[in-house]
């Protein structure tokens, strides 16, 4: 089964930037859209930001609006998840997965999940 692999995550003072990735073999969901989600502990898995397949268009959580960017590299196979000004609230571990369209906001939608990528963002 093709998953995706996540990488990009570390430890990072408030306020501070990272910038994940996440990388499909070959043209494995190439023609996806795209999505991160994220889950801290104890809590569920929720859903962050998703890129149409042609990266036009783009799809935000009210909590990350206006602070991460998401975008991707078709020749690459690759999306990108640019967090700024991050807050101790986004601390979690981040999940990309597939979908057929990047309006879908809900976990059940999505396949493909790799094994995620840990953020710390410490006050």
């Known amino acids: 089964q093709v998953q995706l692999v996540e990488s990009g995550g570390g430890l990072v003072q408030v306020g501070g930037s990272l910038k994940l990735s996440c990388a499909a073999s070959g043209r494995a969901f190439s023609n996806y859209a795209r999505a991160w989600f994220r889950q801290a502990p104890g809590k569920e898995r929720e859903f962050v930001a998703a890129?149409?397949?042609?990266?036009?268009?783009?799809n935000y959580a009210n909590s990350v609006k206006g602070r991460f960017s998401i975008s991707r590299d078709n020749a690459k196979n690759t999306v990108y998840l640019q967090m700024n000004s991050l807050k101790p609230e986004d601390t979690a571990v981040y999940y990309c997965a597939a979908s057929t369209s990047f309006s879908y906001e809900q976990v059940r939608n999505y396949n493909g999940w790799g094994q995620g990528t840990q953020v710390t963002v410490s006050s």
């Open positions: 890129v149409s397949w042609s990266g036009t268009n783009a």
